[in-house]
């Protein structure tokens, strides 16, 4: 067992700035994760060689995977650094910003296309009615839940689109992370009356036909949604929207 | 209620049912009809002779093959342009199932370029006729031999493999236990339609 932990880091000081990397070595303690050890390195942020630098820039927030905010890259792999226990990586540990969002700074992304994209796509559920409307609540058969509950546990981390083929910085795609979404919407009870809308956005430029099948996704996602099934179960959605819309009117 | 103001979603489906109707129909079909070859030249002549007389024929050839295969390969192409290969970072099987399409996509693109042009075309412009000895004198050259073979074994994977996404793309396969089941279904095809396209192949030495 070393005594030290070492870090290999990619810095960036600014959106356009250009990266550069610095090595950092702190005392081994039992029970440390990423979140934790870079929190020692910002205390006395010296390199290796002893140059005193600028701590180290990361988001964090919940540290129990579930808000999705400290996603990077760990030695090379996409996963939330709270989880990312240092007894089971490799050292030196390199951490990365996730390589499909822009840079903040370091290893913080803006993330805020993924929003974005819940907008563009209605990714949610109108309430129904303001005022009483003499009903209860919409049911979910006990069958519907245990196939769909899943999919509310999204954190919009941005997992499955960093290892998506065809999701890029300069392209539209919303990748799966949306289509998940739409399938968990279109499914509720309120929610399937915005059905057509939903694929009608998936149908427009960035939506599910951009999807080339790599199927990386189902294979990151922390929360291991089932997102390929979603793909599929929608790609049927918009084949039937088709139909509607070209022989249905 | 949202319009759609882009055109990408036609196109990619378009282009993801071309790949099977008419393309991957007539792959198997020619993959049979050539297979008259291990009967001989005089079968195989005679099926020639069949389809050289087919009433419209100029139509069929241009409405189901030529136009499917020059957009089915040009948007493809774009399709590969639009992606970015990541088998390092994510050395996942269906991941490099996505790169081997994409390259046996633009592999074939030449392929069929050339083989469209040396046993089509250039008999409709220069009048040279298309028969088994044609053949036999074609593949006398070991690197045309091994070109064509390359050719055979990959359209057989392209297509077959093709049929795995189209499921998904289409839904026909939702589910991963489904979508496993197709995956033993087309790369059984593949083996298959490989299986009879190089022995039609032999046939012609």
């Given at each position: 067992?070393?005594?030290t932990?070492?870090?290999?880091?990619?810095?960036?000081?600014?959106?356009?700035?250009?990266?550069?990397?610095?090595?950092?070595?702190?005392?081994?303690?039992?029970?440390?994760?990423?979140?934790?050890?870079?929190?020692?390195?910002?205390?006395?942020?010296?390199?290796?060689?002893?140059?005193?630098?600028?701590?180290?820039?990361?988001?964090?927030?919940?540290?129990?995977?579930?808000?999705?905010?400290?996603?990077?890259?760990?030695?090379?792999?996409?996963?939330?650094?709270?989880?990312?226990?240092?007894?089971?990586?490799?050292?030196?540990?390199?951490?990365?910003?996730?390589?499909?969002?822009?840079?903040?700074?370091?290893?913080?992304?803006?993330?805020?296309?993924?929003?974005?994209?819940?907008?563009?796509?209605?990714?949610?559920?109108?309430?129904?009615?303001?005022?009483?409307?003499?009903?209860?609540?919409?049911?979910?058969s006990?069958?519907?839940?245990?196939?769909?509950?899943?999919?509310?546990?999204?954190?919009?981390?941005?997992?499955?689109?960093?290892?998506?083929?065809?999701?890029?910085?300069?392209?539209?795609?919303?990748?799966?992370?949306?289509?998940?979404?739409?399938?968990?919407?279109?499914?509720?009870?309120?929610?399937?009356?915005?059905?057509?809308?939903?694929?009608?956005?998936?149908?427009?430029?960035?939506?599910?036909?951009?999807?080339?099948?790599?199927?990386?996704?189902?294979?990151?996602?922390?929360?291991?949604?089932?997102l390929?099934?979603?793909?599929?179960?929608?790609?049927?959605?918009?084949?039937?929207?088709?139909?509607?819309?070209?022989?249905?009117? | 209620?949202?319009?759609?103001?882009?055109?990408?979603?036609?196109?990619?489906?378009?282009?993801?049912?071309?790949?099977?109707?008419?393309?991957?129909?007539?792959?198997?079909?020619?993959?049979?009809?050539?297979?008259?070859?291990m009967?001989?030249?005089t079968?195989?002549n005679?099926?020639?002779?069949?389809?050289?007389?087919?009433?419209y024929?100029?139509?069929?050839?241009?409405?189901?093959?030529?136009?499917?295969?020059l957009?089915?390969?040009?948007?493809?192409?774009?399709?590969?342009?639009?992606?970015?290969?990541?088998?390092?970072?994510?050395?996942?099987?269906?991941?490099?199932?996505?790169?081997?399409?994409?390259?046996?996509?633009?592999?074939?693109?030449?392929?069929?370029?050339?083989?469209?042009?040396?046993?089509?075309?250039?008999?409709?412009?220069?009048?040279?006729?298309?028969?088994?000895?044609?053949?036999?004198?074609?593949?006398?050259?070991?690197?045309?031999?091994?070109?064509?073979?390359?050719?055979?074994?990959?359209?057989?994977?392209?297509?077959?493999?093709?049929?795995?996404?189209?499921?998904?793309?289409?839904?026909?396969?939702?589910?991963?236990?489904?979508?496993?089941?197709?995956?033993?279904?087309?790369?059984?095809?593949?083996?298959?339609?490989?299986?009879?396209?190089?022995?039609a192949?032999?046939?012609f030495l």
């Open positions: 067992m070393t005594n932990i070492r870090f290999k880091i990619k810095r960036q000081d600014s959106p356009d700035s250009s990266p550069y990397w610095q090595e950092f070595e702190i005392p081994y303690k039992a029970g440390h994760n990423v979140v934790s050890a870079l929190m020692v390195i910002r205390e006395t942020p010296v390199t290796r060689d002893g140059k005193k630098v600028k701590p180290v820039v990361w988001e964090c927030n919940c540290m129990e995977e579930v808000c999705g905010a400290c996603t990077m890259l760990i030695n090379g792999e996409v996963k939330q650094s709270c989880s990312a226990l240092i007894d089971d990586l490799d050292q030196p540990i390199v951490l990365e910003p996730m390589s499909k969002f822009p840079v903040v700074r370091d290893l913080m992304v803006d993330r805020n296309r993924m929003f974005e994209n819940l907008k563009k796509s209605k990714a949610w559920v109108d309430i129904d009615g303001s005022w009483d409307i003499h009903e209860g609540a919409p049911r979910i006990q069958e519907e839940w245990d196939r769909t509950y899943i999919f509310s546990r999204c954190i919009t981390c941005g997992s499955c689109l960093e290892v998506c083929p065809q999701f890029d910085k300069d392209n539209d795609f919303m990748g799966a992370q949306i289509i998940a979404q739409v399938y968990l919407k279109n499914t509720h009870p309120t929610g399937k009356f915005k059905s057509a809308d939903r694929l009608h956005a998936l149908m427009g430029k960035g939506g599910i036909a951009e999807c080339g099948n790599a199927q990386n996704c189902v294979e990151v996602c922390p929360k291991e949604i089932p390929t099934t979603a793909i599929g179960d929608v790609g049927r959605q918009v084949t039937f929207q088709v139909l509607k819309d070209w022989f249905g009117k | 209620m949202e319009t759609i103001k882009d055109n990408s979603f036609f196109y990619r489906r378009l282009h993801s049912l071309l790949g099977i109707i008419p393309l991957g129909l007539f792959i198997l079909e020619h993959f049979f009809t050539n297979s008259f070859a009967q001989g030249s079968v195989f005679d099926k020639i002779v069949f389809f050289a007389t087919l009433p024929l100029i139509v069929i050839e241009i409405v189901f093959i030529f136009i499917p295969l957009i089915h390969g040009i948007y493809g192409l774009y399709i590969v342009y639009t992606g970015q290969a990541n088998q390092i970072q994510q050395s996942y099987y269906r991941n490099w199932m996505y790169l081997i399409q994409r390259v046996t996509g633009v592999i074939l693109l030449f392929y069929i370029g050339w083989h469209v042009w040396t046993t089509r075309l250039s008999a409709l412009f220069y009048g040279k006729e298309v028969s088994f000895d044609m053949m036999h004198k074609m593949l006398a050259s070991p690197l045309v031999f091994w070109w064509m073979l390359l050719g055979v074994v990959l359209v057989a994977f392209h297509f077959a493999n093709g049929i795995w996404s189209f499921s998904i793309v289409w839904g026909i396969t939702i589910g991963p236990k489904a979508q496993k089941r197709m995956g033993y279904f087309t790369m059984g095809l593949f083996v298959i339609l490989a299986v009879v396209g190089v022995r192949l032999y046939a």
